[in-house]
């Protein structure tokens, strides 16, 4: 299960606060995904870097900021304008060429209450 | 942009049993579909993919075709056994710097 990690695995946060989950590669990729898995619903992609210093929003980015100042890194921040942020988060890398395997890290199941 | 639609939801066969999940995308610059399966409490993991120049791919009891006139996809398992049940996703990937979609997923049971 080596490659990509992310943590903690399980997060509890009180409403109203902003919360940080970690997302780490030692793959060499250029690029990495952060998505949101509720059921039903399948992968919906939040935001994601092609390059170290830049990305891109996705279909679901409202509520949630990303930085990647590390090509290693790619760090995902749930905020309190985020309405709904109880879910399963992934994080996923891949080469930057796009048309190609993703892979995921295994995943922070994050609980606002 | 891209929607992928996947249907089934939810899919009961008996082992032994072939199993078809059909994805449709809607975007023509789409060029590359990967599979991805889910094991309960597990991370997403590549099963098989396809890109836009080939109809078919093989890989063992797991198969894929593309109908690129159509727009659509889809997976075929064969000789089902009770550790394919899973969750399964398509995706479709038009390469470059443009985000992947996925299909929203195909709980597969295997009945022993």
């Known amino acids: 299960d080596g490659g990509i990690t992310q943590s903690p695995k399980y997060l509890f946060r009180k409403e109203g606060q902003n919360v940080t989950l970690s997302c780490e590669q030692n793959l060499n990729h250029d690029a990495m995904y952060w998505y949101r898995q509720d059921p039903g619903q399948g992968l919906r992609l939040i935001y994601y870097?092609?390059?170290?210093?830049?990305?891109q929003k996705g279909d679901i980015a409202e509520g949630y900021s990303v930085s990647r100042e590390k090509k290693e890194s790619f760090p995902l921040t749930v905020t309190s304008a985020q309405k709904n942020p109880t879910a399963f988060y992934l994080c996923?890398?891949?080469?930057?060429?796009?048309?190609?395997?993703?892979?995921f890290g295994p995943g922070t199941r994050l609980t606002v209450t | 942009g891209e929607n992928v639609e996947q249907h089934p939801s939810t899919l009961s066969v008996q082992e032994g049993d072939s199993a078809v999940i059909k994805c449709t995308y809607s975007d023509s610059a789409s060029n590359y579909f990967p599979w991805y399966k889910q094991e309960l409490g597990k991370r997403p993991q590549l099963i098989i993919d396809i890109r836009s120049n080939v109809g078919e791919k093989k890989d063992q009891r797991i198969a894929v075709t593309l109908n690129k006139t159509a727009k659509h996809f889809s997976l075929h398992i064969t000789e089902t056994q009770p550790e394919d049940s899973a969750v399964y996703f398509c995706?479709?990937?038009?390469?470059?710097?443009?985000?992947?979609?996925f299909g929203t997923g195909t709980k597969l049971q295997v009945i022993p």
């Open positions: 996923a890398s891949s080469t930057s060429s796009g048309g190609s395997e993703q892979y």
């Open positions: 995706a479709a990937d038009p390469g470059g710097y443009q985000k992947v979609t």
């Open positions: 870097s092609q390059i170290v210093n830049d990305f």
